[in-house]
């Protein structure tokens, strides 16, 4: 048997006359035209479907954990108190109002600062560090504070998790000596 190469001479005789002949297998079918644009538009179909549901999942999912966060709701400083530290809760938010003359902090150079959360009769000790706004201070705002509530009742605030919810009906504090210290402002 021969072997043959993809284009091959074979001799053939035809009438005593000795001529080569070009060979050339037979290749696959082509597809029309038509067809193979089906099918490649099918596949880029497809690509898109499939890369549009993965998009319209990541984005779902990025939703939900986002509203998660900013949707926590808070506890009154009683609440917390009855209802006491929850081993393995690592965030907890509680709403109150700065006790008179609780503030302190660790020395003058110092942002660690030491007070008390009041309300419903029930009192809180807070940590926080770094610095207060003025409102703070404020006998009529509410503080919403986030963060660690510790197995020996002490709220350690974290850095971003502050709120200092201004009263709707803002009162200036009567001061009827300027050297008279603001409840809740002195410093040990």
């Known amino acids: 048997m021969l072997a043959l190469s993809a284009a091959s001479r074979l001799p053939v005789e035809w009438e005593g006359m000795t001529m080569g002949i070009e060979y050339t297998p037979a290749e696959p079918p082509e597809?029309?035209?038509e067809a193979a644009g089906i099918a490649s538009v099918l596949t880029g179909r497809r690509k898109a479907i499939i890369l549009g549901s993965i998009a319209?999942?990541?984005?779902?999912?990025?939703?939900?954990t986002a509203f998660q966060a900013a949707t926590s709701f808070?506890?009154?400083v009683d609440e917390l108190v009855e209802r006491g530290p929850v081993v393995g809760e690592t965030y907890v938010q509680v709403k109150g109002s700065l006790k008179p003359y609780s503030f302190a902090r660790e020395?003058?150079?110092s942002l660690l600062a030491q007070f008390q959360l009041e309300d419903g009769g029930a009192v809180i000790n807070a940590t926080y560090d770094g610095v207060l706004p003025d409102l703070f201070f404020n006998p009529h705002s509410e503080i919403v504070l986030g963060g660690e509530y510790t197995a020996e009742g002490v709220l350690v605030v974290k850095r971003d998790s502050l709120l200092?919810?201004?009263p709707s009906k803002y009162e200036?504090?009567?001061v009827e000596n300027p050297t008279?210290?603001?409840?809740?402002?002195l410093e040990s």
């Open 31 to 33: 597809q029309p035209q």
């Open 56 to 64: 319209l999942i990541a984005f779902g999912y990025f939703a939900i």
């Open 107 to 109: 020395s003058s150079t």
């Open 180 to 185: 008279t210290p603001i409840p809740g402002a």
């Open 74 to 76: 808070y506890l009154s």
């Open 172 to 174: 200036a504090l009567e």
């Open 164 to 166: 200092i919810k201004c």
